[in-house]
């Protein structure tokens, strides 16, 4: 949430910093702008909409300088406005900032700022609020060495927030120079030569550096041309390690696709063996997750699993819990993460937690892991971004080897959850009653996934007629049951975020406990309906949505398609596999079928409206 980058070195900084900007535009994308040091002249250039409106504004008024910063928004305090955008300055104008994260007190400081006549804001943003205290202390610190003191006035400003931040901040007078901090919102330092780097996603500068340090909280860095010194907030000077990224530049390119989601979408088959390659063992038809940090002994001990998480990651948790309690027998709750770090949920010794994120940054994520953490709880991370703070605040976890994701809609991220969480089910089931002939079912339906995958991907012309033939219904209902149930609120919520469709997911049953009531010729309702034990249910609730003139879509298998011949208006085929693996496929057509509505209705799909990617906000 949020972009921010940050260049001192020899080249231009402004291609630099909007070369970054664009790579973090997926972050937040309602406004932008950079500060430029020229001299001991600062140049700013900012405005609301997207990068592109920036960089026009910057051909048009051109900064030159070898050190800067940048920013690209999503609005917490304050209007999507010119002037609520990012940097803002202290009352000297000579410090500019960028700031992700929110300045809770921010009232409290401007009172406080007041009294010191530090009273003139252009902005209704908590950031600019700290841009003056920064300013503020500035002046009133003494000492000849102005770096120092530059640190030593954010250190203190820091001291006196409440809230959270990723910040990075210059001052005209002081050159080739520059301090970020954090607490709570990432920050990377990318380490070049002689040229060092600040972002708060190392895709922003990987292009430039693939040496970089990650920032921990309450970190300060002050960064100069050839090095760089991490403090924390107290003024201790520290040590880190710097490490090589995994990824490239390449990595986050679109390619020939027309957006990152589709191009997601297609590297299932990919993303879905990745998420299992070296895990499986079939000698003893179980998985191998090291990890985890777990001898069998306490593996075999766990009485409880807390699977929590936020939005697509939460809807991966609740097939979770059928999994892990249909192949383990181990007791399963699933936690919205928002909820869980603020209440006190009653827990067993045994209990054991995962946080699941693909960014390893959802504040709310973090903020449930520190509070399990905080009560004694082993507390493992699910985790695409192996540098995130949820990876490296947790007690171990499995990584999901996906691959950057740049689409704000998560796809692929999900599917390589859901294998994990298979593997998970199976480790812990296999250490107590799943049988050898079960475990190997479950691994021989894993292995045959990535090419079941490919025959789900050949649906999306298909898919995509349906999605045309819909294009001017008022919304989607989505239905399913048992493991297909998350499935169905899954199908719901990628529909939301890229088409702005009103969108429900329910259990089938509760279909005829009130949603009946909204059926319509007009409301089409997709059905997740696989040939398996609950088909001939799905099937009363189809007729029942039949029988009332609602449209039907129904994704199913095996003999499925035979009977819902003339019932269902149209029908997806996909390959039957075992129920325990179903959610991996059927989730993979309501991916398309949102992606496709959503391009015939001539929506943003990988910047869909008030949405960003990462909510490092609470
Ligand atoms: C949905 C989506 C969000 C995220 C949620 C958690 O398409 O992208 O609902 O799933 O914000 O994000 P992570 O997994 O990064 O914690």
């Not at 937040?28 to 001991?40: H, K, L, N």
Request: include cysteine.
């Amino acid at each position: 949430m949020c972009g921010i980058v940050g260049y001192v070195g020899r080249s231009e900084a402004a291609p630099i910093l909007l070369d970054g900007l664009r790579r973090l535009e997926y972050r937040g994308y309602d406004s932008a702008g950079v500060a430029i040091v020229d001299g001991d002249h600062i140049g700013t250039r900012k405005c609301a909409g997207r990068i592109a409106s920036l960089a026009k504004l910057m051909s048009e008024k051109p900064l030159s300088g070898s050190y800067g910063i940048g920013h690209t928004r999503w609005a917490t305090h304050g209007k999507v406005t010119d002037e609520n955008a990012h940097p803002h300055f202290d009352a000297s104008g000579k410090i500019a900032l960028i700031h992700n994260g929110v300045i809770e007190n921010y009232q409290a400081l401007k009172d406080q700022l007041a009294v010191d006549g530090d009273d003139q804001f252009t902005s209704e943003t908590d950031t600019e609020v700290l841009a003056h205290l920064i300013g503020n202390i500035y002046r009133q610190l003494d000492g000849k060495d102005s770096k120092a003191r530059l640190v030593n006035a954010v250190r203190a400003a820091l001291k006196q927030v409440i809230g959270t931040y990723g910040i990075a901040v210059l001052h005209s007078d002081i050159p080739d120079f520059m301090v970020g901090a954090r607490r709570g919102s990432p920050l990377v330092l990318g380490v070049g030569k002689d040229e060092n780097f600040l972002a708060s996603d190392v895709g922003a500068i990987v292009a430039y550096t693939r040496d970089a340090v990650y920032l921990n909280d309450f970190d300060v860095v002050a960064v100069e041309r050839d090095k760089f010194e991490i403090s924390s907030l107290a003024g201790e000077i520290g040590d880190r390690q710097v490490s090589k990224v995994e990824f490239t530049a390449e990595d986050i390119k679109k390619g020939d696709y027309p957006h990152y989601m589709l191009k997601e979408i297609f590297e299932q088959p990919a993303t879905v063996r990745d998420a299992m390659r070296g895990r499986l063992s079939l000698e003893e038809c179980t998985a191998k997750l090291g990890g985890l940090n777990m001898t069998p002994a306490q593996l075999r001990e766990v009485g409880r699993v807390v699977l929590t998480g936020c939005g697509t990651a939460l809807h991966a948790a609740m097939v979770g819990e059928y999994l892990i309690e249909q192949l383990a027998n181990v007791p399963t709750e699933v936690e919205y993460a928002s909820e869980f770090r603020h209440r006190n949920t009653p827990m067993t010794p045994d209990t054991l937690v995962f946080a699941i994120s693909q960014s390893g940054e959802t504040a709310d994520t973090l903020g449930a892991l520190r509070e399990s953490r905080r009560k004694g709880y082993r507390t493992l991370g699910i985790c695409n971004n192996v540098a995130s703070t949820i990876a490296r605040e947790s007690d171990g976890g499995v990584y999901m080897h996906a691959g950057p994701e740049i689409g704000v809609a998560a796809t692929k991220s999900f599917t390589s959850q859901l294998v994990i969480l298979t593997l998970i089910g199976l480790l812990l089931g296999r250490m107590r009653s799943l049988s050898t002939a079960e475990g190997s079912r479950i691994i021989e339906a894993l292995e045959a996934l990535p090419k079941q995958i490919e025959e789900v991907l050949k649906l999306s012309d298909e898919i995509k007629a349906i999605a045309k033939k819909y294009a001017d219904v008022n919304g989607v209902l989505f239905f399913g049951r048992q493991f297909n149930f998350p499935i169905a609120l899954e199908g719901a919520l990628k529909m939301k975020e890229i088409t702005y469709l009103f969108a429900e997911g329910h259990p089938s049953a509760e279909l005829k406990h009130g949603i009946i009531a909204l059926v319509r010729p007009d409301l089409p309702s997709v059905f997740i309906a696989p040939d398996d034990g609950v088909f001939s249910k799905n099937v009363n609730n189809i007729e029942q949505v039949k029988a009332r003139k609602g449209p039907i879509i129904a994704l199913t298998s095996g003999n499925g398609a035979k009977k819902l011949k003339g019932i269902a208006n149209d029908i997806i085929e996909i390959p039957d596999v075992p129920d325990c693996v179903s959610p991996i496929l059927t989730v993979i057509p309501l991916q398309l079928l949102a992606y496709h509505l959503a391009v015939e209705l001539g929506r943003d799909v990988d910047k869909p409206r008030n949405l960003a990617k990462s909510v490092t906000v609470e």
